[in-house]
């Protein structure tokens, strides 16, 4: 069993930066996939960036070149540094791991932590 908690949200004016934190117990994570969702009021959860075990990333393409996504395996931990924040980036962020690579649906994913609210104001 894996547990993931999350935190670094808040509110922030757009232009701003946070980094979000996510923090497994549990079991190692270092051959699994990390992912961060995100899902706004109305909207269905949707992959913002992963990594998996080699280091590989991905980004959506509403935040390439504003979000950096990193792991600690020493410390089981991914980050999810967010720059050039906007209003549109508001929701609540969520990280979640499977086995192995990285899928883009929610429901592939194994384990999930509570989230965490993103809010950028105009």
């Known amino acids: 069993q894996v547990q993931l908690v999350e935190s670094g949200g808040g509110l922030v004016q757009a232009g701003g930066s946070l980094r979000l934190s996510c923090a497994a117990s549990?079991?190692?994570?270092?051959?699994?996939?990390l992912g961060w969702f995100r899902q706004a009021p109305g909207k269905e959860r949707e992959l913002v960036s992963a990594?998996?075990?080699?280091?590989?990333?991905y980004y959506a393409d509403s935040v390439k070149g504003r979000f950096t996504i990193s792991r600690d395996n020493a410390k089981n931990t991914v980050y999810l540094q967010m720059n050039s924040l906007k209003p549109e980036d508001t929701a609540i962020y969520y990280c979640?791991?499977?086995?192995?690579?990285?899928?883009?649906?929610?429901?592939?994913?194994?384990?999930w932590g509570q989230g965490t609210q993103v809010t950028v104001s105009s």
């Open positions: 990594i998996i075990w080699s280091g590989n990333t």
């Open positions: 979640a791991t499977r086995p192995y690579g990285f899928a883009y649906a929610p429901t592939e994913y194994s384990y």
């Open positions: 549990g079991r190692t994570l270092s051959n699994y996939a």
